[in-house]
């Protein structure tokens, strides 16, 4: 493979980073190509030693999502993330992503569970006082702002195990490449 077949696979790999990104990422290896070629080593034996472009592209992707979830920790860095270290490896999404999967639509089903105990609440506050409930309007506008209360604590826990979760993979990402970078390092 010669330089420019490496850098087009890189570049499009990259797709979708900022560009001020890319060309950081970019000019990087074309360090490596410009050492290498004053140290008298072909394209082709560069190319090979640095690895599939595509891999190198994934991998730097993984690294940059994760910089953003630690920069900004926001549901789209979360989601640029998850999906920037599921990239790397495609047997762990076969094994990762159903565990995965599941684990998020719980904690979905929570949020929702958590913002329709909380309109009932209010409804119960507001309208139960009105309604003739048994033990009197105290009790019924207790009980709406009870379940209110719990469901802002339901909110906040299921918040809570989703920055956990969001942090767990980006352990994993970081675990996983770190497992990848002895035989990266070899090859270059």
């Given at each position: 493979?010669?330089?420019?077949?490496?850098?087009?696979?890189?570049?499009?790999?990259?797709a979708?980073?900022?560009?001020?990104?890319?060309?950081?990422?970019?000019?990087?290896?074309?360090?490596h190509?410009?050492?290498?070629?004053?140290?008298?080593?072909?394209?082709?034996?560069?190319?090979?030693?640095?690895?599939d472009?595509?891999?190198?592209?994934?991998?730097?992707?993984?690294?940059?999502?994760?910089?953003?979830?630690?920069e900004t920790?926001?549901?789209?860095?979360a989601?640029?993330?998850?999906?920037a270290?599921?990239?790397?490896?495609a047997?762990?999404?076969?094994?990762?992503?159903?565990v995965?999967?599941g684990v998020?639509?719980?904690l979905?089903?929570?949020?929702?569970?958590?913002?329709?105990?909380?309109?009932?609440?209010?409804?119960?506050?507001?309208?139960?006082?009105?309604?003739?409930?048994p033990?009197?309007?105290?009790?019924?506008?207790?009980l709406?702002?009870g379940?209110?209360?719990?469901?802002?604590?339901?909110?906040?826990?299921?918040?809570?195990?989703?920055?956990?979760l969001?942090?767990?993979?980006?352990?994993?990402?970081?675990?996983?490449?770190r497992?990848l970078?002895?035989?990266?390092?070899t090859?270059?």
């Open positions: 493979m010669t330089r420019a077949e490496f850098l087009t696979r890189l570049k499009r790999g990259l979708g980073l900022p560009a001020g990104q890319i060309a950081d990422i970019v000019a990087d290896y074309e360090a190509f410009n050492d290498a070629q004053e140290a008298g080593r072909s394209e082709s034996e560069v190319a090979a030693a640095l690895g472009p595509e891999r190198l592209a994934r991998e730097q992707r993984a690294e940059q999502g994760v910089k953003r979830w630690e920790k926001n549901p789209s860095a989601a640029g993330a998850i999906f270290i599921l990239g790397l490896g047997l762990d999404i076969f094994i990762l992503a159903p995965l999967m998020l639509g719980t979905f089903a929570f949020f929702m569970a958590a913002i329709g105990i909380f309109v009932a609440g209010g409804a119960v506050a507001t309208v139960g006082p009105f309604a003739g409930q033990g009197g309007p105290a009790v019924a506008f207790l709406g702002i379940l209110m209360a719990a469901a802002t604590a339901l909110g906040a826990v299921t918040g809570l195990l989703s920055i956990w969001v942090n767990g993979l980006v352990w994993f990402g970081r675990l996983h490449y497992l970078k002895p035989a990266i390092e090859q270059v």
